[in-house]
């Protein structure tokens, strides 16, 4: 069986997406088991066709508004939010790409970005300053136990990066008063496919890593507070849709690639 992996390639790091997941992918064939191997094809994405010819998709760090901007002008926003929210393909951002996939955003200017939107969250851009505020810092993240279970932590980069300070409820249509707050932006509503939600069990967001100690607290729509040392919440999953504050494309640790690819590897299998 055939796998192809796409990487927005409209502005941002997304050749090092690229080199990592060439490595990834033969340690994910060499721990394969129980069904047919796979062939991984990587592939630069830029016009509708392109992306149409994917699985699964990445969209890179960069400049959020940016790529924003480039993929409205190549009329790819459409087919971005169709890929993402009515088709629900497997699909990470990191960074930039992050925000992209969030389904609101603050301190945007009006007009000044859109968003794809597919995970129900609101993101903080360049929550941690400037560029040259921009540090690494050691990340627990438990699942990536599905690699190695001997678990180091990840050395994680953030460069201006955001972060996820809402998790918002799973609900048709718009989220209720994102749109309301002054400096926000919203990704716009579309209707997903029943067959297709529920073929990827669409439930609410999943935190998957938290650094510690940036921020006292961390609220959720259901009312409860993490405790005031339990810091900034870093990634999220929401069914196939995954979003990381940092930039795992520039390290030379493989583990992120290799544990997303074998989602996508589990989520081609169940389609």
Known sequence: MSVTVGVLALQGAFSEHLQLFKVAANQVESHHEGSAKKYWTFIEVRTQKELSSCDALVIPGGEST??????????MLEPL?????????????????LILLAESANRTK???????GGLD???????????????????????????TPDLVPFKAIFIRAPIV????????????GEASITGTVIAPS??????????????????????PGRTKKVKNDLGSELDDEAGDIVAVRQANVFG???HPELTNDPRLHIWWLQQVDAAVDSR
Do not use: Y
């Open 66 to 75: 940016a790529i924003s901007l480039v993929a409205q002008r190549c009329n």
């Open 165 to 176: 300070e809402k998790l918002l409820p799973t609900v048709d249509g718009e989220q209720q």
């Open 244 to 246: 990381t504050s940092f």
């Open 190 to 211: 579309l209707q997903i496919d029943k067959s297709v939600a529920k073929a990827v069990h669409l439930h609410d967001v999943e935190v998957m890593g938290i650094l």
């Open 81 to 97: 939010r169709d890929f993402v929210k009515v088709l629900r393909k497997p699909t990470w951002g990191t960074c930039a790409g």
């Open 121 to 147: 969250v609101r993101v903080n851009r360049n929550h941690f300053g400037r560029q040259i505020e921009s540090f690494q810092a050691d990340l627990d993240l438990p699942f990536l136990n599905e690699v």
């Open 110 to 116: 009006q007009g000044g970005q859109e968003l794809i």
